[in-house]
């Protein structure tokens, strides 16, 4: 683990401080842990901050205690882990408090102050579809962390500027703060504002929205409802944790019943309009990420094969439809190598398939 070189002063800290810090930097994550020196997660590495010094065991209850009602003492005791939002140093974050073998700790996800356009976070052109769609689902998937939050706020956001709709948003927490622009925005944060996923979307859809942001699937009550609201004329934007296009497919029908599937196979055929993959890497300097984006939009003939659940046929779409905006992982890999945007080693390490990787940059 590398050790950030040394401030000029130690940053003070508080959790004020050490957010502030993390800011300066140009951090992605905090971590915090009782008798550890604190952590910074910069351009995807782990990097100790040089000059600090181990969190005391009181820090926790000082700090936390401090931050009020957003944080739930009483949920905290009971699943000794809970997520939170706040904001502070007009910047906004996501927090996750947990107890480990040691004691306490804490992981903070900065999200910023300002919303990034599309073409700001360096994502396809294409993406911009996602904002004029009137009804359907789309998902936006990959690891923690890879930037699937910030993705879906900039096309939320690019809807409130643009649209006059209104916006309703359920999530846990809520991360970035949406303002009324030309949209009425309304966000309902799980266990303050809405019991779980799914009850709050069947609410929603008396709730007059248009477009319906539901932070993640996570069972498949959460994805019943969402399929029904995609539906019955909203357009539903939501995350899976996948890796791959094709992967958000199966996953999102596998989730139902086995006597199900069939049915469902329909109504994902005829309601999704488009899944994205996401990964970030290191940029070819080191200083910073891009997003590798695999893309699938939901032509006649992808609509065909999810119905007929010829999923192993879906990559092959995907890889012949660049003309209509489609991409493979290894197609916008070979592409960020020729903008000179990360380095074919890069490429060669993320990649799913290298010997397609290699035939594209021959």
């Not at 810090?21 to 915090?32: F, T």
């Not at 502070?88 to 700790?105: E, L, P, S, T």
């Not at 948003?169 to 019991?195: F, K, W």
């Not at 890999?333 to 490429?347: C, F, G, P």
């Amino acid at each position: 683990m590398s050790t950030l070189p040394e401030p000029a002063a130690a940053p003070e800290q508080s959790l004020p401080g050490l957010l502030g810090y993390l800011v300066e930097q140009g951090g992605s994550d905090l971590h915090l842990a009782t008798d550890t020196q604190p952590a910074i997660r910069l351009h995807g590495r782990i990097r100790r901050v040089r000059g600090a010094a181990p969190t005391p065991p009181d820090w926790f209850e000082r700090e936390v205690t401090a931050l009020g009602e957003a944080f739930d003492g009483e949920a905290f005791q009971r699943w000794k882990a809970v997520d939170f939002g706040i904001s502070c140093n007009h910047q906004r974050f996501r927090v996750n408090v947990f107890q480990h073998r040691r004691g306490d700790a804490m992981v903070v996800r900065h999200l910023g102050a300002d919303f990034s356009s599309i073409a700001a976070l360096n994502l396809p052109a294409e993406v911009e579809r996602f904002t004029t769609y009137q009804n359907g689902l789309v998902l936006v998937c990959g690891a923690t962390g890879s930037g699937k939050s910030t993705t879906l706020a900039s096309i939320i956001n690019a809807i409130n500027l643009n649209t006059a709709q209104h916006i309703l948003t359920i999530e846990d927490p809520v991360e970035y703060l949406h303002m009324d622009q030309g949209c009425l925005v309304r966000q309902r944060e799980l266990n303050s504002d809405a019991t779980d996923f799914a009850s709050a979307i069947r609410s929603g859809l008396r709730e007059d929205p248009d477009v319906i942001l539901v932070g993640e699937m996570r069972d498949v009550d959460t994805m019943r409802a969402a399929l029904t609201a995609a539906e019955t004329g909203h357009i539903v934007f939501s995350t899976l944790h996948t890796g791959d296009v094709v992967g958000a497919v199966r996953r999102l029908v596998g989730a139902f019943p086995a006597n199900e599937q069939d049915s469902v196979r329909l109504r994902v055929s005829q309601s999704l309009r488009a899944v994205m993959a996401q990964h970030l890497l290191p940029n070819v300097t080191g200083d910073g990420r891009v997003p590798a984006v695999e893309l699938m939009f939901i032509t006649t003939a992808v609509r065909h094969l999810i119905a007929s659940n010829k999923f192993d046929q879906l990559y092959s779409a995907v890889e012949t439809g660049r003309s209509l905006g489609m991409r493979t992982l290894e197609q916008s890999l070979a592409i960020l190598v020729r903008e000179r945007m990360i380095t074919s080693q890069t490429a060669e390490e993320r990649c799913q398939d290298p010997d397609a990787l290699a035939r594209l940059l021959q």
